[in-house]
């Protein structure tokens, strides 16, 4: 909330290019009317949905504060969009500054509202995203980091 107001306020230009899809349950479903910028909610979808939400937008917003790991940000990643995210847990090991997505300051509005702008004009090719994703976190790499790892413990005793 306190983002959209931000750019409606300081980045015109780009609140009139942007609309948010917001997906899932919300508690309070009065804190929506307090959005400054276009928006939909569709409310709760079925995973596979999540997947054609995001394959039709550029951009996926992950505001939390804190992620072990970021799935919705691989997600966005694996589907094109650029992530733009705060860099205070597992997301900076997903997102790779102003190359797949954008890592704000922690806790910065302001550096959230940028990111949001530099993600919609960077032009980051879709595909290239995807392979991303698919080089660094399909199931058989990550498998493979877990058997090197526990070599390297085995290794060590």
């Known amino acids: 909330i306190d983002v959209t107001h931000y750019i409606k306020e300081n980045l015109p230009h780009l609140a009139h290019r ?3 899809i917001l ?3 919300i508690r309070d479903a ?3 009317q ?3 910028i276009p928006y939909t909610h569709v409310g709760r979808v079925e995973p596979d949905a999540v997947n054609s939400i995001m394959q039709h937008a550029d951009v ?3 505001t939390s504060l804190y992620e072990s790991f970021g799935g919705t940000l691989i997600e966005g990643q694996a589907s094109g ?3 733009v995210t705060f860099g205070n847990g597992g997301q900076t090991d997903i997102v790779d500054h102003r190359r797949t997505g954008y890592v704000a300051q922690y806790r910065s509005i302001e550096d959230f ?3 949001i702008e530099w993600a919609v004009d960077a032009g980051v090719d879709r595909l290239l995203l995807h392979n991303e994703v698919v080089a660094r976190f399909a ?3 990550v498998a493979w980091r877990y058997i090197d790892l526990c070599n390297h413990f085995i290794a060590t005793l």
Do not use: E
């Open 18 to 20: 942007l609309h948010l």
């Open 23 to 25: 997906f899932g349950d």
């Open 30 to 32: 009065s804190l929506l």
């Open 34 to 36: 307090q959005i400054a």
């Open 60 to 62: 996926v917003l992950s």
């Open 81 to 83: 969009c650029l992530p």
């Open 113 to 115: 509202a940028h990111g």
């Open 139 to 141: 199931p058989s790499v």
